[in-house]
T-cell receptor, first 113, second 111 residues
Framework: EPEVTQTPSHQVTQMGQEVILRCVPI?????FYWYRQILGQKVEFLVS????????KSEIFDDQFSVERPDGSNFTLKIRSTKLEDSAMYFC???????????FGSGTRLTVV | DAKTTQPTSMDCAEGRAANLPCNHS???????VYWYRQIHSQGPQYIIH???NNETNEMASLIITEDRKSSTLILPHATLRDTAVYYC????????????FGAGTRLTVKP
């Protein structure tokens, strides 16, 4: 299946700034996900998005985070006011067909300074 | 993921089979076993999944015990490029059930 593309691959931002991470999955999929991985730690679930609505979110996904699918193709994660501890790799994924696993993007490395 | 237990790390010689175990003693009847791997800082990569029958694809084989309380992922001829963290996840199938990752097993393939 076609890959998931994430942009940018690396973003550096100042603390308190807003960032938008982008993901281009395939438009005929309905389920999309965001995960993050702090350096040296495990991959953590953030949020799932189904049919243009949040399906489930973790305790990490607080009011600073939001997700959108603005044009039916791109899938974005916005962090409203970044903190140092938001520095991590952020992975977008789309659901597989049927019972198959997810397809993950190559990630965006976010560095908050 | 608290539902699975995996060794923290394993080594394997290049060209030999790598056998990665996973315990999931509390698995329920409708939960599948999924395996992913993560090479360095890349996105996790789906490898294989199964319910109760053994499964094989171009990447690996999955052996699930009859009581389904444990499984083994087999890479038949490990290469240096198979060095990665391998994650075993149990989950009810269906896209509305999120994939939750644990710490996984760090496999190092040595020349």
């Amino acid at each position: 299946e076609p890959e998931v593309t994430q942009t940018p691959s690396h973003q550096v931002t100042q603390m308190g700034q807003e960032v938008i991470l982008r993901c281009v999955p395939i438009s005929n999929h309905l389920y999309f996900y965001w995960y993050r991985q702090i350096l040296g730690q495990k991959v953590e679930f953030l949020v799932s998005f189904y049919n243009n609505e949040i399906s489930e979110k973790s305790e990490i996904f607080d009011d600073q985070f939001s997700v959108e699918r603005p044009d039916g193709s791109n899938f974005t994660l916005k962090i409203r006011s970044t903190k140092l501890e938001d520095s991590a790799m952020y992975f977008c994924a789309r659901g597989g067909s049927g019972y198959y696993g997810y397809t993950f993007g190559s990630g965006t490395r976010l560095t908050v300074v | 993921d608290a539902k699975t237990t995996q060794p923290t790390s394993m080594d394997c010689a290049e060209g030999r089979a790598a056998n990665l175990p996973c315990n999931h003693s509390t698995i329920s009847g409708n939960e599948y076993v999924y395996w992913y791997r993560q090479i360095h800082s890349q996105g996790p990569q789906y490898i294989i999944h199964g319910l109760k029958n053994n499964e094989t694809n171009e990447m690996a084989s999955l052996i699930i015990t009859e009581d389904r309380k444990s499984s083994t992922l087999i890479l038949p001829h490990a290469t240096l490029r198979d060095t990665a963290v391998y994650y075993c996840i149990v989950r009810v199938a269906g896209e509305n059930n999120d994939m939750r990752f644990g710490a996984g097993t760090r496999l190092t393939v040595k020349p």
